[in-house]
């Protein structure tokens, strides 16, 4: 697979064995952890020779990562947690077994890139239904979901055509859905981000505050 950019960190003799081998990969040497912030590369981690809060920063961006390691208690032993793509392995590998887990993992990640949406600084996975900001993340429930869409795409929604779109309701006399939603949402927000203008009211319309 073209286009896949690998960078090591931890081990000078693999990133070696790995440019002899002549793979249909760009392979380089990171010496600097906070340079490699894009979701153009792969990150190739080896855990034994990295102090356990680097590797914890590197898993907190949530990219596709590699994690070697020579202990199956690592993970447990340093409470690490690792995302849909991160893949822990344990050495000794198979060069051939690395390369068809590197495909299927950027294959699996750029599926992921196309449900990501940055709305207010905040990323949201339509597939998870997650939101997450610098690192921390919560649940949304499908209403919430389509309520953030909807309100992002216009600039400034009434509650009557919220509850009709959203809610299926045909007028205002069942609002009490709309109302129970939006407090459940804002405050989940608020709990989660401290963010208390998330959603604003104004001439009674619902927007986005910016």
């Known amino acids: 697979m073209n286009n896949i950019n690998l ?4 081990s000078d003799t693999f990133l070696n064995i790995l440019k002899e081998l002549e793979l249909n990969y760009t392979i380089s040497k990171n010496s600097n952890f906070d ?11 080896f855990a034994d020779s990295i102090k356990p809060e680097v590797v ?27 995302s849909n793509f ?4 344990i050495l000794p590998i198979e060069i051939i077994s690395l390369v068809e887990i590197i495909n299927i993992l950027k294959i699996k990640y750029n599926f992921f890139k196309k449900s990501k949406i940055v709305i207010k600084n905040y990323e949201i996975d339509s597939n ?8 921390v993340k919560t649940k949304l429930t ?8 909807a309100l992002n795409k216009n600039n400034g929604l009434k509650k009557s055509f919220l509850l009709s779109n959203i809610w299926k309701h045909n007028s ?17 927000i608020y709990d989660t ?4 203008d998330f959603i604003i009211e104004k001439d009674s319309l619902y927007f986005l505050k910016n």
């Open 35 to 45: 340079q490699v912030e894009s979701d153009h590369y792969i990150k190739i981690l």
């Open 56 to 82: 914890q920063k590197n898993l907190s961006e949530n990219l596709p990562l590699i994690l070697f390691f020579k202990n199956r208690d690592y993970l447990k032993k340093n409470k690490l947690i690792l």
């Open 86 to 89: 991160h893949v822990p392995l």
């Open 172 to 188: 205002d006399l069942d609002s009490h859905a709309f109302e129970t939603n939006l407090h459940r949402l804002r405050k989940k």
């Open 128 to 135: 998870t239904k997650i939101i997450s900001y610098n690192g």
């Open 142 to 149: 499908e209403k919430e979901l389509e309520l953030i869409f």
């Open 7 to 10: 960078v090591v960190i931890g």
């Open 193 to 196: 981000f401290k963010d208390k």
